[in-house]
């Protein structure tokens, strides 16, 4: 397949590729872009490689495209601010690995991608983020759900069931999710639920105890048949 070679390139101003169809490879590795970068709609059967990339205005906006191959933006460059995938559907492989500077946050909401690598500490941060300014739980949990996938097909079960659990939280009342997820990790921390088991006959007995220490008894003093 032919490329559209782009290596070590600078865009000194806005890069627009909205909308835009590419049939081929298309090259970016180690190019700077000092302007505004979008590729929001476009349409790709080939690779888009902007591994090592420089971005110093702000993230590129990839919503809504459609790649049927690799997205790479492996060890980039990115400013703070938003990295947006939102609507996209991309059927091979979204690699966000080892992504420099200050970016603060991923935003998938609708969209799927059918093999995603990134930072998994990233991914809880955007989340907390989008929750703090205001997201809908609906899109939250989407996320939740999507960041959940991608680490399991990486086999990394143990950073999967904490999106679990977040997905778990965003669905119905906030306040439920979060007492479910203390009480037992929505079925993933069991030994949370056997804790309680223990705890909860000892805390009856401490309160229990210090009831007949408020009413001046000794506990062995206390009446059996309270109530009756």
Not at 74 to 86: I, T, V
Not at 103 to 111: I, L
Not at 119 to 125: F, G
Not at 199 to 209: D, E, K, N, Q, R
Request: hydrophobic content about 40%; proline content about 4%.
């Amino acid at each position: 397949m032919a490329k559209n070679c782009f290596e070590e390139a600078t865009f000194e101003m806005e890069a627009d590729f909205s909308s835009a169809q590419f049939g081929s490879n298309n090259n970016f590795v180690q190019a700077q872009f000092n302007g505004a970068v979008s590729l929001e709609g476009a349409i790709s059967s080939g690779m888009i490689d902007m591994r090592s990339a420089r971005f110093t205005y702000q993230p590129p906006d990839f919503s809504n495209v459609v790649c049927s191959h690799t997205i790479s933006l492996a060890g980039a460059s990115l400013p703070a601010g938003e990295l947006s995938f939102c609507g996209s559907r991309i059927s091979g492989l979204l690699d966000l690995d080892e992504l420099k500077g200050p970016n603060d946050s991923w935003r998938f909401a609708n969209a799927f991608i059918e093999h995603l690598q990134g930072d998994p500490q990233v991914m809880k941060d955007s989340l907390s983020l989008q929750q703090k300014n205001g997201i809908s739980n609906q899109r939250l949990l989407w996320q939740a759900r999507l960041f959940e996938g991608a680490l399991v097909k990486r086999n990394r079960f143990e950073e999967a069931d904490h999106f679990y659990r977040l997905a778990k939280s965003y669905e119905g009342s906030r306040w439920k999710g979060l007492l479910k997820d203390w009480i037992w990790g929505h079925g993933t921390r069991p030994e949370r639920a056997f804790a309680w088991m223990v705890a909860f006959p000892l805390l009856v007995t401490f309160i229990y105890s210090l009831l007949g220490w408020s009413a001046g008894l000794p506990t062995s003093e206390l009446p059996v048949n309270i109530g009756k």
